[in-house]
């Protein structure tokens, strides 16, 4: 059973800069996508960026020049540092991973972390 702890949210000023990270637990050597989504009250969640265990990456147009995705197989951890933050970053921030398919659960997600971009 693979399991997500994610940290390193917290309040930041405008302009300022965060780096939240995500581990997974057990044997997950072979994760095919890990990812970070966020969330703000009244909107559904997205997509703030993925990384591939090649390293090929996605992002949002939002966050695209600012957010940096980053992936450490064999730590099973993966990062998204977060710059130039502003007040329309300010959401809960999920970490995710896609498993291979004989994994009974192939969607995994962490408990989430609050990030709060405010003057």
């Known amino acids: 059973q693979v399991q997500l702890v994610e940290s390193g949210g917290g309040l930041v000023q405008p302009g300022g800069s965060l780096k939240l990270s995500c581990a997974a637990s057990?044997?997950?050597?072979?994760?095919?996508?890990t990812a970070w989504y966020r969330q703000s009250p009244g909107k559904e969640r997205e997509l703030v960026a993925q990384i591939t265990a090649r390293g090929n990456t996605n992002y949002a147009d939002s966050v695209r020049g600012r957010f940096t995705i980053s992936r450490d197989n064999a730590k099973n951890t993966w990062y998204l540092q977060m710059n130039s933050l502003q007040p329309e970053d300010t959401a809960y921030y999920y970490c995710?991973?896609?498993?291979?398919?004989?994994?009974?659960?192939?969607?995994?997600w962490g408990q989430g972390t609050q990030v709060t971009v405010s003057s």
């Open positions: 995710n991973a896609l498993l291979p398919s004989y994994y009974d659960n192939p969607t995994v």
């Open positions: 057990g044997s997950a050597f072979d994760i095919k996508v």
